[in-house]
Every structure is written in C-alpha cells, then in structure tokens.
C-alpha cells in the first residue's frame, strides 16, 4: 500500500473497476508526467444510478453524489494505468452537468468531485476546474467529470 491507498482505506472508499469505455477511446492516457482521464459518468456495478437533467429528472444533491462516483471513476482509470499511489497531484477537473433550462448551479454540483479530492489527496488535491453546463451527457448521464493528474 502506499500514501493514496492507504488514504482511501482510511475514508472507506473503494475504487471500483475501470467503466470501459463507450466509444473509440481509452480511459486515460500518459504523456510525460501527466495522466489525461477521458470523461467519466458516474456508472455503478455497468449501471447508471439516474438519467436525466438536473434540475428536472435528477435534483442537485443527488447530481453532487454521482459527481463523487465519477471521481471514483476516473481514479480507478489512473490506478489501472499507472498505480494511484504515483499521483503527485490533481492538476484540472472539468465538471459537465447535464442542466434543465434555467439551472445553474453547476458549481455546487461539482464541489461533489472537488471535495471528494480534497478528502483524498488533502493539499496535493487543490486544483483549477470548470463547471459546465450542457443540453446533453452520452447515455443519458447526469454528470461527467474528466481530470488531469501529475504523476511521479
């Protein structure tokens, strides 16, 4: 084990298997000393939790909680391709919600993925980000967050 893995034991958190992926890409990729985490939905056990808008179909509070499962998502494709314990630290996070008309509270809903960073990776997790709204997410997925990370 080392400083990340042993991190998530200590919060309780499990990274699940890598999502493969639903089109012609790979989960994520290394170039030099940064790890790029293709888009991650928050799918569960091949499942997506909920579909739809939020604002609408999905609430705010429920889109902030997959926006943590899609971190989950995107950690297990660092892990699978160069080992979680290597992070040195979050660069970006890009945070997409599929919104209603009229919704925006992205920010909020994407402060799901950034503090579940922060519980992780404390310091070396502060990171730039975007919050977006969009008309549409692939299969229906509320949220999507995408990540850069450095690694050692």
């Given at each position: 084990?080392?400083k990340w893995?042993d991190?998530?034991?200590e919060?309780?958190?499990?990274?699940?298997?890598?999502v493969?992926?639903?089109?012609?890409?790979v989960?994520?990729?290394?170039?030099g000393s940064?790890?790029y985490?293709?888009g991650?939905?928050?799918v569960?056990d091949?499942?997506?939790?909920?579909?739809?808008?939020v604002?609408?179909?999905?609430?705010?509070?429920?889109a902030?909680?997959?926006?943590?499962?899609c971190?989950l998502?995107?950690?297990?494709?660092?892990?699978a391709?160069?080992g979680l314990?290597s992070?040195v630290?979050?660069v970006?996070?890009?945070?997409?919600v599929?919104?209603?008309?009229?919704?925006?509270?992205q920010?909020?809903v994407?402060?799901g993925?950034?503090e579940?960073?922060?519980?992780?990776f404390?310091?070396?997790?502060?990171h730039?980000r975007?919050a977006v709204?969009?008309?549409?997410?692939?299969?229906g997925?509320p949220?999507e967050v995408?990540m850069?990370?450095e690694?050692a």
């Amino acid at each position: 084990m080392g400083k990340w893995t042993d991190r998530l034991a200590e919060i309780g958190v499990r990274l699940p298997h890598v999502v493969p992926p639903v089109a012609a890409y790979v989960p994520a990729v290394r170039s030099g000393s940064h790890v790029y985490v293709s888009g991650q939905v928050p799918v569960v056990d091949g499942q997506l939790p909920a579909t739809g808008k939020v604002g609408a179909e999905v609430s705010a509070e429920d889109a902030k909680q997959y926006a943590r499962t899609c971190v989950l998502n995107a950690l297990a494709a660092v892990d699978a391709l160069v080992g979680l314990d290597s992070v040195v630290r979050v660069v970006k996070v890009v945070g997409f919600v599929a919104s209603a008309e009229g919704f925006n509270g992205q920010p909020p809903v994407i402060n799901g993925a950034s503090e579940l960073i922060g519980e992780i990776f404390g310091e070396a997790g502060q990171h730039a980000r975007s919050a977006v709204g969009v008309a549409e997410l692939p299969i229906g997925a509320p949220v999507e967050v995408e990540m850069i990370v450095e690694v050692a």
